[in-house]
């Protein structure tokens, strides 16, 4: 059984930067694709961020292009989503996923495709 737990939402003003963080514990991180998904009040989870196992692969959504990098440190057991330029619609509670299914190249963006999450972290981005 793998935990996650996310840090670092927060409020900010539009144009502002956070930096989301998700520990895993309970197995090495290296054997999971991790995302990060997100949710805002009054509609349904959307896909966010997503890495490989080995880091070498990674994929964003269209609305968080060129401004959401996604990353991981295996040897900490660290996924992190740098968020910049925010914007109002970006505000949604942000989740942490994990599943150990797929090669180490393999990138998941399916809701579907995920066994474990995380609580989620409040992200407000205010205009």
């Known amino acids: 059984q793998v935990q996650l737990v996310e840090s670092g939402g927060g409020s900010v003003q539009a144009g502002g930067s956070l930096r989301l963080s998700c520990a895993v514990s309970?197995?090495?991180?290296?054997?999971?694709?991790m995302g990060w998904f997100r949710q805002a009040p009054g509609k349904e989870r959307e896909f966010v961020a997503a890495?490989?196992?080995?880091?070498?692969?990674?994929r964003s959504a269209d609305s968080v292009k060129g401004r959401f990098t996604i990353s991981r440190d295996n040897p900490k057991n660290m996924v992190f989503l740098q968020m910049t330029s925010l914007k109002p619609e970006d505000t949604a509670v942000y989740y942490c996923?994990?599943?150990?299914?797929?090669?180490?190249?393999?990138?998941?963006?399916?809701?579907?495709?995920?066994?474990?999450w995380g609580q989620g972290t409040q992200v407000t981005v205010s205009s």
């Open positions: 996923a994990a599943d150990s299914r797929g090669s180490l190249f393999v990138v998941l963006t399916s809701i579907s495709s995920y066994d474990y």
């Open positions: 890495i490989s196992r080995n880091g070498v692969s990674t």
């Open positions: 309970g197995r090495t991180s290296s054997n999971y694709a």
